[in-house]
């Protein structure tokens, strides 16, 4: 059986590239992305010269102004990112059969079989690293190996513009040396508690852990145990998914500034709603699971899912779930930076909705009330856009604290 060829190309810290890329005069400043009008803005993304100086994502910008008092405050420019990432994935297209975005700026790609095509994966790689900083100006670092995991381990601990590759057998004599804060299982919200559990066990490092045996693992860190009994050894057999076969839609909402306030909070959801649900509509197709992460402004982020017991695409009919899982996720007194609501379930309508809805045809009271004011506001929506009119617990969300 032929080994996978799994490569991770990152632009790291994407934000502060562009802002270089756009300004020179940054390239040897200390740099962090930030809102530079928002009152207690968020730092989001520093450059290694201001993490020299103690600035770190989560801290607060005037905290941050006093430990590097050179630091220069750049604004989040979301056209931007979302330009250069498009540009980016114009370049991976003609290499790569199948690729998948995890963040702006990072993607798997699966170059398993190209090797007749265009040579060894390291030199095609290589090649790819090369095209990106002539076209676009960006350095880029990759891992290259036999599953997404050990791919991304190379990747995070390399410096643009860097690639280590990983031959097959040897991912475990890679991983042994690296600390176990490295695995991407334990930089999650249930990752901390997990991470000082090992850590009192005198865990440090990954080839520690795979020292353990399974039974020892699973007794101790419950239904962890298994994944990083597997983790430890560099085994990872999930697939490198192309945008076409993640059928799914994501809707987010940012706060400016990052807010504790309940109401507020609660309207942004109801935003995340109205878009779900129009969208959903416009498709035709029911949501069955609904998954909703917050992040807060330390940088930690929560994410919990629900299976709704009668999939749906209406906002009455959602937002009771929807609320349940925002209570699931908002345990901590810490201020929110972004809400996101992510469907990737989905179901047909049980009859065949009409192509054109015709007033003549439509039998208004053939609907509960709630749902022909859903679809009276889809058709405004769609010709005025989503903010020309919501409901009224939308509204909150632009309510300041």
Same mark, same amino acid.
């Given at each position: 059986m032929m080994d996978r060829q799994i490569v991770c190309l990152c632009i790291p810290r994407f934000e502060?590239?562009?802002?270089?890329?756009d300004a020179p005069s940054l390239r040897? !400043?200390?740099?962090?992305?930030?809102?530079?009008?928002?009152s207690r803005a968020i730092i989001r993304e520093v450059s290694p010269e201001a993490e020299d100086a103690g600035v770190i994502p989560g801290l607060q910008a005037d905290r941050a102004r006093r430990r590097c008092p050179s630091l220069q405050l750049v604004p989040p420019n979301p056209t931007r990112v979302a330009q250069a990432h498009h540009a980016l994935v114009s370049c991976m297209i003609p290499i790569a059969p199948i690729w998948e975005s995890f963040r702006p700026g990072?993607?798997?790609?699966?170059?398993? #079989?190209?090797?007749?095509?265009?040579?060894?994966?390291c030199d095609t790689t290589m090649r790819l690293e090369r095209d990106l900083t002539s076209?676009?100006?960006?350095?880029?670092?990759? #891992?290259?190996g036999t599953n997404k995991l050990v791919a991304q381990m190379a990747s995070s601990i390399l410096t643009p513009p860097q690639l280590c590759d990983v031959r097959a057998g040897s991912e475990q004599d890679f991983l042994s040396p690296l600390p176990v804060s490295i695995l991407p299982g334990l930089q999650g919200p249930g990752g901390s508690a997990l991470h000082? !559990?090992?850590?009192?066990?005198?865990?440090? +490092?990954?080839?520690?852990?795979?020292?353990?045996?399974? &039974?020892?693992? &699973?007794?101790?860190?419950g239904r962890w145990g298994h994944r990083l009994y597997q983790w430890a050894r560099g085994i990872d057999f999930l697939p490198v998914v192309a945008p076409e076969a993640s059928l799914?839609?994501? @809707?987010?909402?940012?706060?400016e500034p990052d807010t504790i306030d309940y109401d507020r909070l609660l309207g942004g959801l109801s935003c995340l709603l109205d878009s779900l649900c129009h969208d959903l509509r416009r498709r035709q197709r029911l949501c069955h699971r609904l998954r909703l992460t917050l992040l807060f402004s330390?940088?930690?982020?929560? @994410?919990?899912? %629900?299976?709704?017991? +009668?999939?749906?695409?209406?906002?009455? /009919?959602?937002?009771?779930?929807?609320?349940?899982?925002f209570r699931r996720c908002f345990q901590r007194r810490v201020r929110?930076?972004?809400? +996101?609501?992510?469907?990737?379930?989905? !179901?047909?309508?049980?009859?065949?909705?009409?192509?054109?809805? %015709?007033?003549?045809?439509?039998?208004?009271?053939?609907?509960?009330?709630? @749902?022909?004011?859903?679809?009276?506001? /889809?058709?405004? @929506?769609?010709?005025?856009?989503?903010?020309?009119?919501?409901?009224?617990?939308?509204?909150?969300?632009?309510?300041?604290?």
């Open positions: 502060v590239a562009l802002a270089r890329l040897t !400043r200390p740099v962090a992305v930030a809102s530079a009008h928002a990072h993607f798997y790609l699966d170059l398993t #079989g190209t090797t007749r095509l265009f040579g060894a994966t076209r676009l100006g960006l350095q880029a670092v990759a #891992g290259i000082t !559990r090992l850590i009192d066990l005198n865990l440090q +490092t990954i080839g520690d852990v795979s020292d353990v045996s399974l &039974e020892a693992l &699973e007794t101790v860190c799914s839609l994501t @809707h987010s909402y940012l706060f330390d940088q930690l982020t929560v @994410h919990h899912s %629900s299976v709704l017991s +009668t999939p749906t695409h209406w906002e009455v /009919d959602m937002f009771p779930s929807a609320q349940t899982l929110v930076r972004s809400l +996101t609501i992510r469907s990737n379930s989905f !179901r047909p309508p049980p009859e065949q909705l009409s192509l054109f809805p %015709s007033p003549a045809l439509e039998e208004p009271q053939a609907l509960p009330r709630p @749902h022909r004011l859903a679809l009276a506001l /889809d058709r405004l @929506h769609t010709r005025f856009g989503m903010k020309v009119i919501q409901w009224g617990r939308s509204h909150l969300a632009s309510r300041l604290d």
